[in-house]
């Protein structure tokens, strides 16, 4: 059995017993989460977030990108969200690495140059204000103040905050 047959196993037990299909598509906290795609991140989890709370926005690093931007404005400008917290994290893959030599590795590998930047950092609690820099300058967003920036430290579990 594969992976993905042992999960859709899963999504037939979890199926059965469903009940949150009334659940507005507005998240009910108003509020939007950028993060890593970490395997050890679940935001849930870490936030006590129940399902249909909030937007989860994932990607390497949990950088704000331009497609971070895009997914915020709709969150915010069409579902209602207000507020957005961008949680990066220790231990992160994207620490130390060199977004010139990541990429001409996959050039080397695959043939063809990537069109994106892969954004690695190399100081965690610089990149986190960076992003919300990103944010609370970007026009497209309606409630740029509202954003606020939090590693994640993977030891422990605990949330710091970073201005």
Known sequence: ??????????????ASAFDKGALPREPGRRLAVVTCMDARMDAHRILGLDQGEAHVLRNAGGIVTDDVVRSLTVSQRLLGTREVLVVMHTDCGMHG???????????????????????????????????????????????????????????????????
């Open 1 to 14: 059995m594969t992976a993905t047959d042992e999960l859709l196993r899963n999504n037939a037990a979890y």
């Open 97 to 163: 690495l060199a977004d010139a030599d990541f990429r001409a590795q996959v050039q080397s590998e695959a043939g063809l140059r990537p069109s994106w930047a892969t954004e690695g950092f190399f100081d965690l609690e610089q990149a986190l204000r960076e992003g919300l820099l990103r944010l609370r300058t970007n026009p497209f967003l309606l409630h740029r103040t509202a954003a606020r920036g939090f590693v994640y430290e993977v030891e422990t579990g605990r949330l710091r905050e970073v201005g």
